[in-house]
């Protein structure tokens, strides 16, 4: 932050903290990067603070998006930090966690700390999550001691996922003595080779590959037998995408186990037939699904199974995108589409309390990979703020995004809730003009 | 600073809009769907009067038009089937094939594509491995794309050919063709259904001429869920049942380069699905025996039956000329008919 940074004074808003439970007209200071006080709406006196007035907003702690692609080192041409927490802000976000299928992958200290430093010119707090195994071969542990030292707030082998058992009980071990979750991208790859979309009928007309639902619910259903055996150990199940993974979650969390998970925006709003005539920026991975399954992962959200919305930002360039089906590779944008979808999906269709879906984007996600002080309004906490308008519709335009990339599904979409204000530890990293 | 709610919504217009919104040519043929009943029979018209057309006067009807064929898998038939029936209407064919070198290394289908069309082409035929590569051709080009067989998807030249087969085995007139001339027709198809795209295209569009579809084969080829696709499909494990019920069989080939790990007994499988001369005579003595080709001999078919009397292998290749001038010369039409729903 920089030291000539004003205070900041957001009044008149609508204060919504799930991690305090408030929903309350309070009025908002920040001080030196920190949350300094919240009052009643006219209480505050602070004369040498930069006025924001935020009528009809709602004023909520910094969004926290748990797995994000941002692709540096190594692929500046599909995004770099610096784009990828400009696209962060704009979407409301102030922390990101970063997978770390980099290139070199992040499975050292050295570029743990090379993707934290202020040279990448993040405008949004980065956690990057460092690679389970080494070069996430899925053989030998990283150097988890050293990687959670250098800032690594989880491990995983995101989209190659951890198929051995004998390992993945070793890094759920290891894992747990430093209190870290190992995340895993569920996905039995033994039975998708080739796969390029959900199986079903629709894959069939299409000749195209399906990837079947039980690559997903096995594996995960796998790691839970695993977690069985290990004291202390957390297990987050990556961008769930099927009912049969979220049920075998839900058990497993009834059972007693640390067992966390996460849905994509793209797996509650949007189903396979969303692919049309193979179009590629339907392509991801987990795949999207049958309307049963996307209908399983609402339910999960409103059931309080689901941990997080987290949103798989996954930028290419178009070029990789204009390619066949079968060739074009797996993912999509989505830091700018998340909360309006959320709101336009879950709050709109589904009368799901705007806190309790502002939950599943801050406390929540800071409370499953132990972000600690960050998710909440408290003083003394870093001044992540985003202020928004729910109930403003709105057309998002791809051409418009701050990302480098523009792979979205969600290009001409009208949306609900759009964010005006972005405050990353003191700084407004995004103004809507 | 006050943040306020923008009170009048505008969406930017875009100076272009996303690759994929791009239109498709509406004389384009990529899918057997593309046709409605009566555009089949328009082209089934087309493909008779052309083939009875003075030859003269036919080789001026496109003469100096450029026609490209992209294959980027190896095709006898199906490629000599096209650059007969484009030269046949006068077009100066140009084949780039990734068996000569004439594909750039590496080059992408779109950037091919925009090659061709800057070199002169106003319609590309195109065989790609890849499932729906027709479509990134069509975006990418804005030319009319005529789909040659594209991976596991669809090949609808060949089941409009196969149509014309079926219709002159049960003398029926082009001109009559509609929703219901196939009422009361049994077909099967049999043989490795997942990894063909003559079946699909088949599937869809027999059907919508009042076909009944058999599909057939064991599970490894055929996915129960094969029937859901459109309707008028069934699905009957029993290769000699399937037969009692046919006037017309289709067989096809187990495609050993897209098996991608599917284990099959070969000897059990030419026991329950071979088309055999005694098995025919026994089930379907007098059903027609269709084969896209290519064909492989003493596997899903013997010799005596492709070779047999009521073969029509022959014809279906026949066939392919005439119903490929049809589509070439619909894709060059200048008079833009508008594509209906569907
Ligand atoms: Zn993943």
């Known amino acids: 932050m920089s030291p000539t940074q004003k205070p900041l004074l957001i009044r008149g808003g609508r204060l919504v903290d799930p991690a305090t439970g408030l929903d309350a007209p309070r009025d908002l200071l920040l001080r030196d990067g920190k949350i300094a006080a919240i009052e009643n709406p006219g209480k505050i006196k602070a004369p040498d603070a930069e006025i924001i007035n935020a009528k009809e907003m709602i004023v909520a702690p910094g969004l926290i998006d748990i797995h994000v692609h941002l692709r540096e080192p190594g692929q500046g041409y599909k995004e770099t930090i610096a784009t990828g927490t400009a696209a962060a802000a704009a979407g409301g976000f102030t922390t990101v966690c970063a997978m770390p299928n980099t290139i070199p992958a992040n499975e050292t200290p050295e570029v743990t700390r090379w993707m934290q430093a202020p040279e990448r010119g993040a405008t949004a707090r980065v956690f990057p999550i460092a690679a389970a195994t080494r070069g996430s071969m899925g053989e030998a542990l990283t150097d988890y001691p050293a990687l959670k030292d250098a800032g690594a707030v989880a491990v995983t082998d995101d989209g190659k996922p951890i198929l051995g058992d004998e390992i993945m009980l070793e890094a759920l071990q290891a894992a747990a003595k430093l209190r870290l979750p190992v995340i895993q991208h569920a996905e039995d790859t033994r039975l998708t080779g080739g796969c390029s979309m959900n199986a079903g009928v629709l894959a069939f007309r299409l000749g195209l590959r399906g990837m079947p639902v039980e690559a997903e619910s096995g594996l995960v259903e796998r790691d839970i037998a695993l977690l069985k055996q290990v004291k202390n150990g957390h297990l987050h199940v990556a961008h769930l995408s099927t009912a049969r993974a979220l049920d075998a979650v839900r058990r497993a969390r009834r059972s007693g186990l640390h067992v966390t998970c996460e849905v994509t925006p793209h797996h509650f709003a949007l189903t396979e037939e969303r692919i049309g005539l193979y179009d590629t920026n339907a392509k991801m991975n987990p795949p999207l699904r049958a309307e049963s399954d996307r209908t399983a992962m609402i339910e999960g959200i409103l059931d309080g199974t689901v941990d997080a919305i987290a949103t798989d930002h996954a930028p290419h360039a178009a070029h990789e995108k204009e390619q066949e089906f079968d060739r074009a590779p797996n993912g999509i944008t989505g830091l700018e589409t998340a909360l309006g979808l959320a709101i336009a999906v879950l709050h709109v269709k589904h009368k799901m309390p705007l806190d309790k879906i502002l939950a599943l984007m801050t406390t929540r996600p800071a409370d499953a990979l132990g972000l600690r002080s960050r998710g909440g309004l408290a003083p003394g906490f870093p001044a992540d703020v985003v202020v928004f308008d729910p109930a403003e519709k709105w057309v998002f335009h791809s051409a418009e995004s701050r990302s480098k990339s523009k792979n979205t599904p969600f290009d001409g979409w009208e949306l609900q809730g759009r964010v005006q204000l972005t405050v990353s530890e003191g700084r407004i990293v995004f103004h809507r003009r | ?342």
């Open chain 2, 1 to 342: 600073m006050t943040l306020t709610r923008a009170t009048v919504r505008t969406p930017k217009k875009l100076s272009s809009p996303s690759f994929f919104h791009q239109p498709i040519h509406p004389h384009s043929a990529i899918s057997a769907n593309d046709f409605s009943v009566a555009e089949v029979r328009r082209i089934l018209e087309s493909a008779d009067a052309l083939e009875k057309d003075n030859p003269i006067k036919r080789a001026n009807r496109l003469a100096k038009r450029r026609v490209a064929l992209l294959f980027y898998e190896s095709s006898t038939r199906t490629r000599t089937s096209f650059e007969l029936a484009a030269k046949a209407l006068g077009a100066d064919t140009t084949l780039v094939s990734s068996l000569s070198s004439s594909i750039e290394k590496g080059e992408s289908l779109k950037d091919t594509g925009i090659t061709l069309k800057a070199l002169g082409a106003e319609c590309i035929i195109l065989r790609s491995p890849y499932s729906g590569a027709p479509y990134l051709l069509a975006r990418a080009t804005g030319l009319p794309i005529l789909n040659a067989g594209d991976g596991m998807a669809e090949h609808p030249s060949q089941a409009l050919l196969d149509l014309r087969t079926i219709l002159q085995f049960l003398a029926i007139r082009s001109s009559t063709v509609n929703e219901k001339s196939l009422r009361g027709v049994t077909l099967t198809i049999c043989g490795d259904i997942l990894h063909s795209r003559v079946a699909r295209s088949n599937a869809l569009l027999l059907p919508r001429l009042g076909a009944k579809v058999i599909l057939c084969g064991p599970p490894e080829f055929l996915p129960d869920l094969a029937a859901e696709m459109t309707p008028g499909l069934v699905i009957e494990r029993d290769f000699d049942s399937a037969l009692r019920q046919s006037q017309i069989v289709m067989m096809l080939r187990i495609q050993a380069e897209r098996l991608a790990g599917v284990q099959i007994d070969l000897d059990d499988y030419r026991t329950r699905y071979q088309a055999n001369a005694e098995r025919i005579a026994a089930r379907a003595p007098q059903a027609l025996i269709m084969h896209p080709g290519p064909i492989i001999r003493g596997m899903e078919i013997t010799a005596e039956v492709a070779d047999g009397p009521h073969s029509a292998i022959a014809n279906q290749v026949y066939n392919g000329v005439p119903i490929r001038m049809a589509l070439v010369a619909r894709a060059l039409s200048t008079v833009a008919k508008k594509r209906g729903p569907k």
